[in-house]
């Protein structure tokens, strides 16, 4: 089983960048796609990123541009490069498998882009 930990969110002006990190643990991590979730104050979760374990990347069109998402398989670590950020994506941001495992769901990182 993958498990998650998120970090690296923070308060960031508009047109800012944050560089979010995800730890994963669990031998069955070089063979999962990994992704990047958000969720937005009285908003779902959703999908924002992710990679699959040959490296292809698929972004919403949202954010296309604007984030990377990245993988380190012998780390087992997950980056997400965010620049040029805007308001809208003030959210939690998660790290899980895509599709997502339901009990592996950590307690998010909290991204707030404000002036």
């Known amino acids: 089983q993958v498990q998650t930990v998120e970090s690296g969110g923070g308060l960031v002006q508009p047109g800012g960048s944050l560089r979010l990190s995800c730890a994963a643990s669990?031998?069955?991590?070089?063979?999962?796609?990994m992704a990047w979730y958000r969720q937005a104050p009285g908003k779902q979760r959703e999908w924002v990123a992710y990679i699959t374990s040959g490296g292809r990347t698929t972004y919403v069109d949202s954010v296309k541009g604007r984030f990377t998402i990245s993988r380190d398989n012998a780390e087992r670590t997950v980056p997400l490069q965010m620049n040029s950020l805007k308001p809208e994506d003030t959210a939690v941001y998660y790290c899980n498998s895509f599709p997502p495992s339901p009990g592996s769901w950590g307690q998010g990182t909290q991204v707030t882009v404000s002036s």
């Open positions: 669990g031998r069955i991590f070089s063979i999962k796609t």
